[in-house]
């Protein structure tokens, strides 16, 4: 079985969306769930499932690395096959990522390589997108830069909010991140030399297809 492992900050409605995707059909178990906030609401969630839970709060004038490795020690406890980043509103040191390339996964609201970093939606409407969506990619260094596995796109609509946008396109994730993690489960997902695989085949930069 693999064991899987979701990182978040807030709501965690890709979480729940992973819970309830990984059911008897499907070879994989959260196993833990860590959020930097105390107070995120996926926290509830993973014990509602059963889920064991630890949280990682920043110390006050804590370096990064610092941070890091502690995350890095309360992450060796669940011994994951892979690690979801599921609205984990940190950014994760090249050191700390280094020791999971390849196993590690993200899902970002937008159509990278478009909008990495933050306010995606508001970017989208900005710049009066006719489309916009959400990627999944395995996560490198470079922040949000690794190889897409998956995309969703959906309309911008001209009277979208970035409430009506965003909303659209959670929806959207629910449906992705579940099926990206189900293709790993399966071993049938890989990253090698910062490409993403999918039964051997290279996925194109757009997401598979
Ligand atoms: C999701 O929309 C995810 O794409 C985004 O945070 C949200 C978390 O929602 N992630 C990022 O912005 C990463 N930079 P959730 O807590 O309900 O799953």
Known sequence: CCRVLVLISGNGSNLQAIIDGCDDNVDAEVVGVISNKPDAYGLVRAHHAEINTSCVIARKDERRQQYDSRLQQAIEQYQPDLIVLAGFM?????????????????????????????????????????EHGASVHFVIP????????????????????????????????????????KWFSLNRLKMLENQAYLDDQLIGIHGYA
């Not at 090249?94 to 990278?112: A, K, R």
């Open 142 to 181: 470079e922040l949000d830069a690794g190889p897409v596995i998956l995309q969703a796109k959906v309309p911008v609509y001209e009277d979208d909010t970035v409430e009506t946008l965003s909303s659209r396109v959670h929806e959207q994730e629910h449906a992705i991140y579940p099926l990206v993690v």
């Open 90 to 130: 940190r950014i994760l040191s090249d050191e700390f990522v280094s020791q999971y390339i390849g196993q590690m996964v993200n899902i970002h609201p937008s159509l990278l390589p478009k909008y990495a970093g933050l306010h995606t939606h508001q970017r989208a409407l900005d710049a009066k997108d006719k």
